[in-house]
C-alpha cells in the first residue's frame, strides 16, 4: 500500500515568510510524528500525535512551530515568521498504534530553504 | 536525558565484505532500539530492532548485536552490496510518557564500491 507522503518535496521561502508543510499517514495510522533533521544529523523530534491530540509537544523549538491533526489523520506543521535557521529537511512519520515498540514509517520529507 | 552515539561518522566498504556499524547509549534504562537506513533523498527506512531481553537478533542479511553492559548495540550487514550504500542511524524511544518520540544518533555514512 502506499507509505506516508509529504507536500511539498521542496519549500523556497524568504526570511519572515509563513509556510505550511503537509504529511499524509500511512491509512489507519493512529499515530503521527513530525521531526526535523538538519545537514548531517540525526533526525530530531518534534510533536507527536494520538489521533487528534498532540501527546507530546515538547520538541518545538518555539512558538513560532505549530502543528495540527484535525481529523485524526492528515497532519500540517505550520511555521510563521521563519528564520534562516529553521532551513532544514522536515520529516513525517506514523505508525498503526502509539507506543514505544511501535514501528515508526517515514515519509521522504519536506526541504525547507529559508532564505 | 537519552543521548545515542556513533563511533565512526564513515565507513567505506568492498563489495561482498562485511560491514559493522556500532552505536553507543548513554541510559542503562533504555530497553529497546532501532536501526535505520538513510537513502540519499529519502526519510529513513526502518531495518531491524532489539529488545533488552535480546543479546542478539537476525534478519535479512543482517544482525544486531546488543551488549547492555557496555551499552552498545552493532548492526552487522553481510556480503554488502552497493545498494547498501546510505546513512545508519541507531534510535531509542524516550522512556515514560514520551513514548512516541526517537532519540536519534548522528549516523554513519556507509559507502560501498563495486
Known amino acids: 500500500g502506499a507509505g506516508v507522503s509529504q507536500t511539498p518535496s521542496n519549500k523556497v521561502t524568504e526570511k519572515g ?26 533526525p530530531e523530534f518534534l510533536i507527536y500525535f494520538q489521533g487528534t491530540g498532540a501527546a507530546d509537544d515538547s ?11 484535525p481529523e485524526g489523520s492528515v497532519s500540517t506543521l505550520k511555521i510563521q515568521r521563519t528564520e534562516r535557521g529553521d532551513s532544514a529537511v522536515y520529516l513525517c512519520a506514523s505508525s498503526l498504534r502509539p507506543g514505544r515498540v511501535e514501528t515508526q514509517y517515514f515519509g521522504p520529507g519536506t526541504r525547507l530553504l529559508v532564505l | 536525558g537519552e543521548s545515542v552515539g556513533l563511533h565512526l561518522p564513515t565507513l567505506s566498504v568492498q563489495e561482498g565484505d562485511n560491514s559493522i556499524i556500532n552505536c553507543a547509549y548513554s541510559n542503562s534504562a533504555s530497553d529497546y532500539f532501532i536501526w535505520y537506513k538513510q537513502e540519499s533523498g529519502k526519510g529513513p527506512q526502518f531495518i531491524i530492532d532489539i529488545r533488552s531481553n ?40 524516550a522512556g515514560g510518557t514520551s513514548y512516541g518520540k526517537l532519540t536519534f544518533g548522528q549516523g554513519t555514512i556507509l559507502t560501498v564500491h563495486p
Not at chain 1, 518555539?62 to 491533526?69: H, L
Not at chain 2, 551499552?71 to 542511524?89: C, E, M, N, R, W
Open chain 1, 59 to 69: 520538541g518545538l523549538p518555539n512558538d513560532r512551530f505549530f502543528a495540527v491533526r
Open chain 1, 17 to 42: 515568510k509563513y509556510v505550511e508543510l503537509r504529511c499524509d499517514p500511512i491509512s489507519g495510522h493512529t499515530a503521527l510524528y513530525w521531526y526535523r533533521q538538519s545537514l548531517g544529523q540525526g
Open chain 2, 54 to 93: 535480546m543479546d542478539k537478533r537476525q534478519g535479512q542479511r543482517v544482525t544486531v548485536l546488543l551488549n547492555k553492559t557496555v551499552k552498545h548495540l552493532s548492526l552487522q550487514i553481510a556480503a554488502t552490496q552497493p545498494g547498501d550504500s546510505a546513512v545508519y542511524f541507531c534510535a531509542v524511544p
